[in-house]
Every structure is written in C-alpha cells, then in structure tokens.
T-cell receptor
Framework: DQQVKQNSPSLSVQEGRISILNCDYTNSMFDYFLWYKKYPAEGPTFLIS?????DKNEDGRFTVFLNKSAKHLSLHIVPSQPGDSAVYFCAASEATSGTYKYIFGTGTRLKVLA | DTGVSQDPRHKITKRGQNVTFRCDPI?????LYWYRQTLGQGPEFLTY????????KSRLLSDRFSAERPKGSFSTLEIQRTEQGDSAMYLC?????????????FGQGTRLTVV
C-alpha cells in the first residue's frame, strides 16, 4: 500500500531549464509535505516543505506546489544546475499520527545535463 | 558541526550475528526516527522516539529488531540473528518539537551487508 507515489523513476533535463518532479498521495489526512534530495552513500538532505494550508512555497530556485483536490504535489527547480543531479524523494506526514512520521515515495533520479 | 551522526558508516556481518548501530541526534532535538532504505526504494519508517519514550514501531520491525534511547539523547538499533534480507541502509533522523510539523534531519546512514 504505497501512500506516496513518484511515478517517474528518472528525469533528464538540460542545464538552465526547468526540472519538474511530481508526487501523488492517497491519504487525505496528510497535512505536511517535504522534498528531500539524496546523493549516493549519503542520507537525505531536506530541501523544502509545504503545509496543507498553502498551495505554494518558494525557496530560491526551488518551488513546491500543492494541489490538495488532486492529491498531487510537484517540485520545480529553476534554473536546473548539474549539481542538482541526485535522487529526489517526496514525503508526507499527518499530525493526527501523533508521531509526525514521514512516509516517503520511491524517488525520482534527476540528471541535469551540462 | 552538530548534525545527526551515525556509527558505524558501514558494517559487514555474517548471517546469524548480532549488530548494533548508534545514532546521535542534533542536541536540541527530542524527536528521533529510524528508517531503513533498500535499493530503488524510499526510506521506510521503522520506529520513533520522543525523548526516551518509543511511541511507535512499524510492522516492519520484527522481534529481532530492538531500539532504545535510554536518556533521551543518543539511540541504538540492534538487530539480532541477522538475515540476508536485513541488508540495507539504516538511517536515523531527528527533528525539533517546537512546532507541530517540522523537517527532519538525517544522518549519513549505516550501510549493513549481511553475508
């Protein structure tokens, strides 16, 4: 039962262009969403988050959009840089769980071509 | 640097042996999580501590797995009678309780290989 889904295992984008990574979820109780970036042999690094009371959050080159009715979120990276090449995970959490644990998707490998 | 620290980074063990991993969270964080990640998958939740109290355990955590956080600071994860299926990256994360929802910060992980 995959509550958080990233249906694109990989994505290639030209340097300077926009990268759009997508994530879908099934649990309507999720109220907080995060994106993490992971390099090989390292732990995930937090990128950006969004609460369910918002539909957009921006931090520098990274913007996360949330569409609650569609249970869909996306991460936009503009402009994409070669150093952005990594695996990106979306994660979701619900306050009612009491533990604020994060449920992760399976990841999308982004390759930014120079 | 006061990030999340995990030890060891790598562990190779023979099937049937016991292993123990340590996690030192960010000092002011009292929420601590253990996750497991296998190839091609996202991190899977194993267990959660708030201070020294273990508040949730995943069904993934069989009886061979035990975690402790004795003084609400560092945590250990022990796997008894290891099996080849236990081979994975074990990740520890911590977060601050000051706000309801907040991001968790992960350590570098412990890569376990059971041979």
């Amino acid at each position: 039962d995959q509550q958080v889904k990233q249906n694109s295992p990989s994505l290639s984008v030209q340097e300077g262009r926009i990268s759009i990574l997508n994530c879908d979820y099934t649990n309507s109780m999720f109220d907080y969403f995060l994106w993490y970036k992971k390099y090989p042999a390292e732990g995930p690094t937090f990128l950006i988050s969004i609460s369910s009371i918002k539909d957009k959050n921006e931090d520098g080159r990274f913007t996360v959009f949330l569409n609650k009715s569609a249970k869909h979120l996306s991460l936009h990276i503009v402009p994409s840089q070669p150093g952005d090449s990594a695996v990106y995970f979306c994660a979701a959490s619900e306050a009612t769980s009491g533990t604020y644990k994060y449920i992760f998707g399976t990841g999308t490998r982004l390759k930014v071509l120079a | 640097d006061t990030g999340v620290s995990q030890d060891p980074r790598h562990k190779i063990t023979k099937r049937g042996q016991n292993v123990t991993f340590r996690c030192d969270p960010i000092s002011e964080h009292n929420r601590l999580y253990w996750y497991r990640q296998t190839l091609g998958q996202g991190p899977e939740f194993l267990t959660y501590f708030q201070n020294e109290a273990q508040l949730e355990k995943s069904r993934l955590l069989s009886d061979r797995f035990s975690a402790e956080r004795p003084k609400g600071s560092f945590s250990t994860l022990e796997i008894q009678r290891t099996e080849q299926g236990d081979s994975a990256m074990y990740l520890c994360a911590s977060s601050s309780p000051n706000r309801g929802h907040t991001e968790a910060f992960f350590g570098q992980g412990t890569r376990l290989t059971v041979v």
